[in-house]
Structure formats: structure tokens, C-alpha cells
């Protein structure tokens, strides 16, 4: 079977700069990612790793520089974005922003912007259908009552997520993209919106592709992780796996930084410096060289391309074999 | 009780008054911080932990008024000195690190003259002096090549590297007392682990006392010595860091922890906590304000005051039925 997405070489460079300064931004550099049908991809990675472009890229609101991207066996990113609005995929990928009160018109009504695309992506017209549809949708989130006429200043921080999430599956997508819906709330909130999205999950057997930077919440809500780096693709693999067992030393370091609770005594080896420049980088230079702890010459030489390291595992490392400690069982 | 207590704050009331009504933000807050702890304050948005800092601070806007309690630094109180004399301690015993970094830095001073400011406010040091001691302060922050980041502005800085200066700047005049009101939320967990590794780092050398209000229970758990949990503007439950974790008695201690993911084997381990916190504006509030989220609550939770139970070794409860 076709898997639902899948993405190979793709690419969003950003001109910046002007004059001698003048360069290209490298945001997302050759990612190939694939969604299965059903399945739960997790993207994480740091700030300015590329992981909203490359959500943004994946979920067509921005053109990409290079690559190519398939749905449903189809070729979706040879057509231009202006006629993609139009497309009949349009309403098959949808996305939950990350700031779900930006990412609301405050001149609508919950009604409105549920119905919206109901109208726009499905072309109904008819007010009974869109009626019952919109009602139906904001059962499903837990939106009952009055809610449907207020505007987003009468919503909690919780409720406008929700309103987020409605419109998004109100016309029924089959890949729902979402750039990190909670970071906004509170832990309790988080709880009830995490617990609603594994819900929709498998009531509507949607595939959703979760960019966060919450390992934690990854764990709980995705099938597979993919770790970006500075653009590129660090290390991709079953949830299980790459949590008990992971092979890029980036990986490690990220697992290491989640607070520990347990944790007394000297804090483990933490990641010094910062990222080098996504501006023009050295194409044969090792992303993560400059602050990888295993760094070796042959890193600053050659960059490493992804390779199997076990059963759906992949890793971009010279040095990928599993920790003598943790042995992947 | 410590008799050492470096920061005292004894059954602290609070009230702003608003065009809809009086809003009760705190009501009988207590905690104490020793030399050389860190104290975690811990809850959701709006159970009045940014609110305490900002009064021991002596930050608060007008419309809100201290109806209750005691405040004090190493003896002297706070909530009794004017204006004047709260000026001079704060930025010297004791300062603050706020959210967001980059909004809290001034943008077009280059964050050496925000620290040499500050030196020179502060301390006795003169303007000539303090271009040395502000390049001596961002090297105790570890950021590499002090001498030409000192003229750097804060939008060429990263976030992680932002709150350092923000660190750097606290710590410019050795307070007795540094408030770090969620210093890292915004920031990677890379960063975040590298910024309060530091933190705890500098606490521990050089004995002041530190306040971390955070919304992360396990990033508390980590790093603090005793967590406070607050709610609705009480504080619930104070306990050492690893028996709150272990045993949390106070049953919104408790599904705070559940509802926590590191907590949740799989997300059906994963408790949420029903409702929302009552409307402190309300007139006729419950005794104990979690008494309509809660799962044990009986008839007496809202209407008698809740007593406080010891449970362990510094381990205090405010509530009817500690677990």
C-alpha cells in the first residue's frame, strides 16, 4: 500500500541578507519523511531547526525550493500553491496552529470559523447541512452548549484550542499536521487536549504528524519520532526504540536535557554552544560537528547520510552504533 | 521552621480591586527560604505564584493591596519600609530573572551598559569601573567572549544566551535573594537544562536563596530543595522536593503529577484535572477552593476553614483528608 505522504529531497531555502552579507538560509535541507496511513509521526528538533517550515512545507502553505512530495500516490508538489487553495487535496491536509489565539480571526465566531472551511474547501452551500455539520464537530471536541456564538475573547486558552482542532477536522482530513498544539497551555489543559487528540485518533482514524519540543508529550501521542537538526534529518525510528535506545549523540543529549525528577548529584554532560550558521553551510561538514561529544575528523569531511540501524531505525552518524549501555533489546 | 530564614513570608494576603470586582489573588501565603535553597513555587496560570513574587518584590501595580501578613528579608521587612528604602534593596539583595528574556532586555542598549547600569545603580562602583565588572559578571554566565558580546545588542543573541545576561545582570550586585520567574519557559530543553544547571550552580557557591516559579513540576523536582504547590492563591501543599513527588498528599498535588507526561507510562496514565479554578471575584469562595475539583470533597471542605496538617518531615497539607 501507498503510504499517505511522503516527502523526498525536500527543501525551503530562504534568501536573507544584503550586499557581501548576502546568503542562503538553509531551513529544511533535503528531509525525505514518510506518513503511513493511520500512523502518528512525531517531529522534534530545537528552535530554528526547521521543524515548522518543514510542517509548513508538508502541509503545503509554503512552496518548497526543492524536492518532491506525494499524497495518496499523487503528485501534490508540482502544482503551485494558488491552485492547490482550489484543489480537492486542500481539505485532506489540514493544520492546528501553535498560538491558538493568533491563529483565530477575532472577528469570528466560533460558528464562523468552524463553518468556514465547510463552505471554502467543501463547497456546501446549503445552511442546514453546514448547521449540523459544525454542531457535530464541536460535540466531537467537547464544545457543547452556547459555545458556538462566542468569539475567541469569551474562549479560555484551552477552549481555543479546541476551536483550532474543530476546524481543522471539521472537514474530515486524512492527515492532520500540528506545530505544537499545546505549548501554550497548562499541564492540566495539555492533559485534556492530548487526551482528545488520541481520541479523534482512532475515532477517525486520522494520520497526524505532531511537531513539538516536548519529547514527553512525542512519547505518549506518536507511533515514530523524527529528530531534525540544523534542517536535516537526524535520526528517525519506532517511539519504543529511539527513546530506550538512541543512536545519534544529538538524540542523547536531548533525552539527557528532560528534567529528571529522580536526578540528585552533578548534572550529566549537558550540549555546549549553539548551532552553526543554516546560513550557506558547508555541504560536507557533519551538522552537529561543532558540539557533537564523539566528533571525529572524518566528520568535518563528510556528511553522514541516513542509514538503517535497526528494524524502521534510522540514524545520520558515522558513529551510530547502539551504547554499550543501552542495548537495544 | 527555619530559625535561619533568609526570606520570610507569613500568612500574606492579597486583594487588586478591579472595575468587576475585588479579586482575592492571595489569601493567608506562607513560605520561608533558607541560604544556599532553592524553593519551587509550582501551579497553574492564575493560582498567584508570579503575584507573590512580584509583592516580596514590592513590584505590585496600584490597584492591588497587601490586606494581610508579613514579608521579610533577613529581618528587615518589606512590606513596612517605603518606596525609597525597597528601591535600594531591590537590584542589590535581592533581584529577579523574568519570562521571556528578550522582552524584559532594553533593546537598544547592548546589554554591557544594561549590567554597567545596574552596577552603578546598585553598587558602589563607578562608571569607569563598570564596564570590567559587567564583562566579569557575563564570564560567571559562561558566555564565551565576554569582551566583544558586552557591546552586543539583545537581537543578536539567542534566547538561551539573552537569559544568561538576564542571570548575569541579577547577580551583578551578590543579592541575598534571586526570584526566577519561569526563567525558561520559551527556551529549548538543551537550553533549558544548560540555563538552570547555572542557576543551581551559582546558588550553591555562593549561598544566596532562590525562588523558582515554574509550571513544571518535574523541572521543580529537579532542581529545588522544597517545592510549594499553590491553588487559586493558597498555597496547598509544602514539602521537600523528593517526599512532594513520592507522596503528594493534597489530592491537587496529586493529579498535578498525573497529569504530568513524564508521570504517564501511556496516555491513558495520563490524568487531567476536571474543571477550572473558581472565580476569586466570587464573594462567597469555599473555604478551600479546590473543594469543587476535587474528587474526596465533603460537606465540611467548603464550609468550615481548612486546617493544616503535618503529614512528614517539613511536609505540611492544607486539607481535611491528607493522603
Known amino acids: 500500500m501507498t503510504p499517505l505522504l511522503e516527502a523526498s529531497g525536500l527543501a525551503r531555502h530562504f534568501p536573507v541578507g544584503t550586499g557581501r552579507a548576502r546568503g542562503m538560509l538553509h531551513a529544511v535541507d533535503g528531509v525525505d519523511l514518510v506518513i503511513g496511513r493511520g500512523e502518528s509521526v512525531g517531529l522534534v528538533g530545537e528552535s530554528g531547526c526547521g521543524k515548522s517550515t518543514l510542517a509548513r512545507l508538508l502541509g503545503r502553505l509554503i512552496e518548497p525550493t526543492a524536492g518532491a512530495l506525494r499524497f495518496d500516490g499523487a503528485d501534490i508538489g508540482g502544482i503551485p500553491l494558488r491552485r492547490f487553495v482550489g484543489a480537492p487535496d486542500r481539505a485532506r491536509i489540514q493544520m492546528v496552529f501553535q498560538d491558538p489565539t493568533e491563529s483565530l480571526n477575532p472577528h469570528f465566531r466560533v460558528f464562523d470559523t468552524v463553518a468556514d472551511p465547510v463552505r471554502r474547501l467543501l463547497g456546501v452551500r446549503d445552511a442546514r447541512t453546514i448547521d449540523a455539520r459544525v454542531a457535530r464537530t464541536l460535540e466531537l471536541v467537547g464544545l457543547t452548549g452556547d459555545f458556538a456564538g462566542r468569539y475567541p475573547h469569551q474562549l479560555s486558552g484551552g477552549q481555543k484550542a479546541r476551536v483550532g482542532i474543530a476546524r481543522a477536522i471539521v472537514v474530515e482530513p486524512e492527515l492532520l499536521i500540528l506545530d505544537e498544539p499545546t505549548s501554550a497551555l497548562d499541564v492540566s489543559v495539555q492533559a485534556v487536549i492530548l487526551h482528545l487528540l488520541a481520541d479523534l485518533r482512532s475515532r477517525l482514524g486520522m494520520s497526524y504528524l505532531f511537531v513539538s519540543h516536548d519529547l514527553e508529550v512525542v512519547r505518549l501521542l506518536c507511533d515514530r519520532v523524527v529528530v531534525m537538526y540544523l534542517g536535516k534529518v537526524a535520526e528517525a525510528g519506532p517511539t519504543a526504540a529511539l527513546f530506550a535506545a538512541p543512536r545519534h549523540p544529538y538524540t542523547r543529549s536531548l533525552l539527557a536535557a528532560v528534567p529528571d525528577p529522580e536526578r540528585r548529584g552533578p548534572p550529566p554532560p549537558r550540549l555546549s554552544g549553539s548551532p552553526t550558521s543554516p546560513i550557506d553551510p558547508d555541504p560536507n561538514r557533519c551538522r552537529f560537528e561543532n558540539r557533537c561529544p564523539r566528533a571525529q575528523p572524518i566528520c568535518a569531511t563528510h556528511i553522514p547520510e541516513l542509514a538503517t540501524v535497526g528494524a524502521g531505525h534510522l540514524a545520520a552518524c558515522h558513529f551510530a552504533e547502539p551504547q554499550p549501555t543501552q542495548r537495544e533489546t | ?323
Open chain 2, 1 to 323: 521552621m527555619t530559625p535561619a530564614a533568609l526570606l520570610d513570608v507569613q500568612g500574606l494576603s492579597l486583594e487588586f480591586r478591579t472595575r468587576t470586582g475585588v479579586v482575592k489573588a492571595l489569601e493567608d501565603v506562607s513560605f520561608t527560604v533558607a541560604k544556599g535553597e532553592i524553593v519551587g513555587v509550582v501551579g497553574e496560570s492564575g493560582s498567584g505564584k508570579s503575584v507573590a513574587a512580584f509583592a516580596i518584590m514590592g513590584l505590585l501595580e496600584d490597584t492591588a493591596r497587601i490586606t494581610s501578613g508579613a514579608v521579610s528579608l533577613s529581618g528587615i521587612d518589606l512590606l513596612a519600609d517605603g518606596r525609597g528604602a525597597l528601591r535600594d534593596l531591590r537590584g542589590r539583595e535581592m533581584s529577579m530573572i523574568f519570562q521571556s528574556p528578550r522582552t524584559a532586555l532594553n533593546p537598544i542598549r547592548t546589554i554591557g551598559r544594561q549590567i554597567e547600569d545596574v552596577l552603578v545603580r546598585h553598587g558602589p562602583v563607578a562608571r569607569k569601573e563598570a564596564r570590567g565588572r559587567a564583562i566579569e559578571a557575563l564570564r560567571r554566565v559562561r558566555i564565551p567572549d565576554p569582551e566583544r558580546r558586552c557591546d552586543a545588542y539583545p537581537f543578536e543573541l539567542s534566547g538561551g544566551m539573552c537569559q544568561r545576561v538576564m542571570i548575569a545582570m541579577a547577580l551583578a550586585c551578590d543579592p541575598m535573594l534571586l526570584i526566577a520567574d519561569e526563567p525558561t519557559t520559551g527556551l529549548d530543553v538543551t537550553t533549558q537544562a544548560v540555563v538552570m544547571d547555572l542557576i543551581a550552580e551559582i546558588v550553591a557557591d555562593s549561598r544566596m536563596g532562590a525562588v523558582l516559579i515554574t509550571h513544571d513540576l518535574g523541572l521543580a523536582g529537579e532542581y529545588c530543595d522544597r517545592i510549594v504547590v499553590m491553588h487559586a492563591g493558597h498555597v496547598v501543599e509544602t514539602a521537600p522536593a523528593a517526599a512532594l513527588l513520592a507522596r503528594p498528599s493534597h489530592s491537587y498535588t496529586r493529579q498535578l503529577v498525573a497529569a504530568t507526561p513524564a508521570a504517564a507510562a501511556t496516555i491513558a496514565d495520563l490524568a487531567s484535572i476536571p474543571g477550572g479554578m473558581p472565580d476569586l471575584r466570587r464573594d462567597d469562595l469555599p473555604y478551600c477552593r479546590f473543594e469543587a475539583r476535587c474528587a474526596l470533597r465533603e460537606p465540611i471542605c467548603g464550609a468550615e476553614p481548612t486546617p493544616t496538617h503535618v503529614v512528614g518531615a517539613g511536609h505540611d497539607v492544607r486539607c481535611w483528608r491528607p493522603a
